[in-house]
């Protein structure tokens, strides 16, 4: 009987994996465009049981981890996916589901509304629209809007569901450390062109320093050896000790190790040679000193010995060290290798010249953004230019929008608009993290630190040191989405019991007072 009732389910699963079987592995031995196009989205409904269950945790993890969509227009991150896929199953879950809640901010979805408005009448008033070159178009650029539009749909879809308190630690741990796999991206450089494969799910821009130096047409230039993706990556492996542990936990002296695996990461993220990686973990590490209150401690007055100390048996040694590494200490007064020196002093010039062009421009554009697209013709022309050494050597980072300043990345491409919704950006977000970091749960007392010296650290970055809006407001919109999802919303001051005694009935007696114990008194306080 139930080889019976068996026979005909074994019958329709041939029929459904049978076919399915045989067309993917037709379109495997096809691989073209369409092909693998439509293997993706056969591996998406297969995978949708997973997504139905996980794709909150799956966003929180993606969000800076550095995975592309290799198969879609464009090579998307896999966060945009993620976040359009995830908001999708919440704004469905909560139609099907009338009890399901969902957590939403009002300042933060005006904010977000605010940056759409601004995008929208961006490509309005320039004419060029999203200018999406993988699809077809003519314009280069749009890319950096469908960061910032995407951004929005992935805050909300991070932000609507409230994580338990008893897993925000863990989902913040995953959020902060996922970014660790960019160290791969310069590893698989490193292991030759055997693993360069790997370079279809992972973007190659990390490792762009080390085939730069591989591929020169000098070859007597001085080779720095620098592993951008091990100061990235260095940067979140340090994310995450603060984030788990926290300044105090790191300085732990009952745990050592700490300390140790704290300061060789922070020495392994110098082989990239970027100077900003200092700058950055000695501003999150300072804001996050100040907020766990460890300034009027000890430990301040053994940092400060500590750091003298420190600095003092660097001197001697500091032109041995290896030159990437001496190119991110070059903020610092040190002895350094010669061509260390000249190669960050014309990175500098460089870009300060490129400034110097910019800041004039700025009234052209107060009123109406040039907005992120420029057309082929502007491309071929500059390249031109380039090659017959007519024009400057910073003239394709003008036309692409890279001008290495957060000010200047919002007032040209979006004018004086653009400026007016980051200042809303800042002000709404940054009371959002304060009330929840002031009034927030006791057990998320260290991820609301942290979130918010995160938050204040890269809004000092982006205005005085290195800044781009379509990127950094991935992780503005990341930071206060996190913080959202994990207090359920904006945490306000609880409200306190009137201290005045009701007032007693004519009638009643007046009480006697109880008698005054020192010790029971101040218990019951």
Known sequence: MTDQIGLPRRFIILAIVLPLAALIGYLLVSPDFFSVALLG?????LLMPVFLRWHHPMLVFSWNFPMIVFFLP?????????????????????????????????VMNWVMLVWVLVILFTMK???????????????????K?????????????????????????????????????????????SLGPAFWTFYYLFPVQYALYQAGEDYSWDPTSIRFGRMGGLAVGGGAAVAFLMARYG????????????????????????????????????????????????HRTRLLIVLLVAGLLGSAMLVPFANKLPLSMQRTLTILPLDLHPAVRMNAAGSTEWRVRMWQVLWPEIPKYFWVGKGFTASETDYYLVNQSALRGLGQDFDVALI??????????????????????????????GRVLWNNYRHGDPALRKVNIFLLASFIAKTILFLAVYGAIHTDFVAFAGFLA???????????????????????????????????FPGRGLARR
């Open 400 to 429: 692409a929008g890279d001008y290495h300043s957060g000010p200047l990345s919002l007032l040209i491409p979006f004018g004086i608009w653009g400026a007016l919704a980051f200042v809303f950006l800042i002000g709404a977000g």
């Open 41 to 45: 989205m056969l591996v998406m409904l």
């Open 247 to 294: 300044v105090a936990g790191i300085f732990n002296w009952t745990k050592p190790w700490r300390l140790l695996v704290f300061l060789a990461i922070v020495a392994l993220s110098t082989l990239g040679g970027f100077r900003s990686t200092i700058i950055s973990l000695g501003i999150l590490f300072a804001v996050q000193f100040l907020l766990e209150g460890l």
């Open 145 to 189: 809007y469908f960061y910032i539009l995407l951004a929005v749909v992935a805050f909300f879809a991070l932000s609507t569901r409230r994580v338990p308190v008893q897993k925000g630690n863990g989902y913040l741990q995953a959020f902060v450390v996922s970014d660790l796999a960019t160290v791969l991206v310069s590893l698989a450089y």
């Open 74 to 106: 464009g090579s998307p991150p896999l966060w945009m996916v993620l976040a359009l896929l995830s908001l999708g199953l919440t704004v469905i879950g909560a139609g099907l589901d009338k009890e399901q809640k969902l957590v939403h901010v009002p």
């Open 125 to 143: 008033m320039t004419g060029a629209g999203l200018g999406l070159r993988s699809l077809g178009g003519s314009m280069h650029g749009g890319k």
């Open 482 to 516: 996190m913080s959202i999802a994990l207090n359920g919303g904006e945490c306000k001051a609880s409200q306190q019991a009137d201290p005045r005694p009701a007032p007693q009935p004519a009638s009643a007696p007046m009480p006697r007072p109880a008698p005054f």
